[in-house]
Structures are given as structure tokens and as C-alpha cells.
């Protein structure tokens, strides 16, 4: 019976770090993304991986992005919207957008490629988006 305690004592007590582990690291990349971001460009997905700098094609007047540390966003630009965010520790950031005039509610998925103090990359979280079509990593930078 001893046994049977210890073993499930020491099973919940694995269970029960891996658990804060996943919420140290999804915290972690919320508090990296908190604030505004500007887009000013995209690169092809097969350039991610390159570790010097990708040819980036840069856009002068981009969207603003801004998240609260409430999972809320609003996205500003020809066409505004808002809605809320969550975070996976595997880095897939997805945006809830409200109905408004304009659109109904739909869901964005992308999968957070950089994230730091000045520079947030995302992409499409599916692996197998190669072929003709695929791809691109959006670039933003931080505005505050």
C-alpha cells in the first residue's frame, strides 16, 4: 500500500510540474507580447530558418497591432478590429476577432516564429503549407 502512495504521490508531483512549466513559458511569451506592433514587411517562409538576416519586403504604412495584458487585442488600419488572444507553450498565438459591422467573427491562427523586445515574426502554424503557395512570415516591429 506504501508503495502505491509513493508511486502516485510521485506521479501527480511530475504531472503537476510539467503543468507549471507549459503556464511559466505561455506567461512568459504574453508578457513578450504585450504592447503595439507595427507590420513592416514579410519574407518567405523558407527564409525563416535562415540564421542571417532574410530579405525582408518591407511596407511603409502597416497595421498596428496592440495586446493587453488582459487577452484583448485591437488590430488598427484600413478596417480596425478587436477580440481576444491565448497563447500555447508550443508558440501558437490565436486572435478571436469580434463581429462588427464590417466582418463576422472569425479565428487567426499563427505560429509565433520570433518574439523578443523589439521584433515579433509570425507564420501559419501548418507544416505542410509548402508548394506553390507558401508561407510568408509577417514582421512587425515594437512602437511602445
Not at 6 to 15: G, Q, S
Not at 16 to 22: E, K, L
Not at 62 to 80: C, D, K
Amino acid at each position: 500500500m506504501k508503495k502505491i502512495i509513493l508511486l502516485l504521490t510521485t506521479l501527480l508531483t511530475i504531472i503537476s510540474c510539467s503543468i507549471n512549466n507549459d503556464n511559466k513559458a505561455t506567461n512568459s511569451l504574453q508578457d513578450e507580447l504585450v504592447g503595439s506592433w507595427k507590420f513592416v514587411g514579410f519574407y518567405n517562409y523558407f527564409d525563416i530558418d535562415q540564421a542571417d538576416n532574410p530579405h525582408i519586403e518591407y511596407y511603409n504604412n502597416g497595421n498596428i497591432l496592440h495586446f493587453n495584458s488582459n487577452n484583448t487585442f485591437e488590430e488598427v488600419g484600413e478596417i480596425n478590429y478587436n477580440g481576444t488572444y491565448t497563447i500555447t507553450a508550443d508558440s501558437v498565438l490565436t486572435r478571436f476577432y469580434n463581429a462588427s459591422e464590417q466582418n463576422n467573427s472569425f479565428t487567426n491562427e499563427v505560429k509565433i516564429v520570433k518574439l523578443n523586445d523589439s521584433i515579433f515574426d509570425f507564420t501559419c502554424t501548418k507544416e505542410d503549407n509548402i508548394g506553390l503557395c507558401p508561407c510568408d512570415a509577417n514582421r512587425h516591429i515594437k512602437i511602445n
